[in-house]
């Protein structure tokens, strides 16, 4: 699908729930084409955001719900332990190589990767977000790995990182619900748990095109 934009710029979007980095050069659902089929060799723009698929990180987040206060369940920090961690380790070639193909593709483009979110405050914010605080602070430490691994990436494959943690300090799944670019655990807006709504889109949105300009 392609489309101009107000700033004159013709957007081909390419973009699919779920996708994980394997989607770039393969079938996705088996019926979409590899998303590196987009890429030119004319092509001047491309952003990317990847990576919390390919850990599991949002299946993660939703088993962390915990209803009842400590101890009255199981914390998913010590169930899950460093699976994530070293699953964000072991994606960090394979996202290289995706950066290095790009680039191959795309040879003049400029690359922009985007991080992920803030999605809960240090604490988090029990009961209204039903996570304990170990957990919340758990699941945003892996969420900053997966950013931080994003952006050192980018920096070695001349790519331009765009921070979208720094976008959302305040507007995270804590914040009042007319406040919040990303939704909770149960969303008050048109999107999935843990998932930008259309506030959020549109910030993401002007951050990434004031990093492209």
Partial sequence: ??????????????????????????????????????LRPSTDL??????????????????????????AGVSCADRLGNGPAKAVDAWTSEFSAALAEIRRRAPHATVLVTGYGTYVR???????????ARDADYLQGVMNKVS????????????RFVDFAAVTVGHDICA???????????????????HPNAQGMAAFGKAVTAAAR
């Fill in 148 to 159: 931080a691994v994003a952006k050192a990436q980018a920096t070695k494959n001349g790519a």
């Fill in 46 to 71: 491309v952003s990317v955001t990847i990576g919390a698929n390919d850990i599991g990180l949002f299946g993660a987040a939703l088993s962390c719900i915990n209803f009842l206060p400590e101890p």
């Fill in 122 to 132: 240090p604490g988090g914010c029990y009961p209204r977000q039903p996570v304990w």
């Fill in 1 to 38: 699908m392609s489309w101009p934009t107000h700033w004159g710029a013709e957007l081909t979007d390419v973009t699919c729930s779920g996708a994980v980095t394997d989607d770039f050069a393969g079938s996705r659902f088996g019926i979409l084409p590899p998303q590196f089929d987009a």
């Fill in 176 to 194: 009042d619900p007319a406040d919040r670019y990303l939704e909770g655990l149960v969303p008050t807006a048109p999107a999935a748990p843990l």
